[in-house]
């Protein structure tokens, strides 16, 4: 399982699972919120919002740890998430719509941690836990590999 930042570099790796850093695609939008206008300002914050609800959800995850609580929500995160991709489309220009393409075509590698709440939607909160659970390698350039489950 690798956990990395968006970089295409890590595509390339041998792992059989990637959960790219929700703060890096959180941060590409919020470019947009400031370097844009009209609705591709409006597109962003939908975007900035679902995430910000993912770092919540996964906060409140980790105090409580209760699955089928976690699976109903994710499964209800997962469809709205859809649909706002859906409905956001036909109005993404440029700079938005590679937004939304890599959001449906690496939907696994982003959303990963939706079906595994054990493996952390950012970076910084699995270098945190590392030192805890011993089941993590931090690699040099913002990149790590947890063992198997």
């Not at 609705?39 to 919540?56: G, K, M, R, S």
Request: hydrophobic share 40%; net charge negative.
């Amino acid at each position: 399982m690798l956990s990395s930042d968006d970089y295409s570099v890590y595509n390339g790796y041998g792992a059989a699972a990637q959960q790219k850093c929700l703060a890096h695609l959180r941060h590409h939008f919020q470019r947009l919120v400031r370097l844009v206008r009209g609705q591709q300002v409006e597109l962003a914050q939908v975007f900035v919002d679902l995430i910000d609800e993912a770092f919540e959800a996964y906060r409140h995850w980790q105090q409580i740890a209760e699955r089928e609580q976690w699976n109903h929500w994710a499964s209800e995160f997962q469809e709205r998430l859809a649909q706002a991709i859906a409905q956001w489309w036909p109005h993404a220009g440029h700079d938005a719509g590679n937004l939304l393409r890599s959001l449906e075509k690496k939907a696994a590698q982003w959303w990963y941690f939706l079906d595994h709440p054990e493996i952390p939607p950012r970076q910084q909160l699995g270098r945190a836990l590392a030192p805890l659970s011993g089941d993590q390698t931090q690699g040099q350039w913002g990149v790590a590999f947890y063992a198997p489950f």
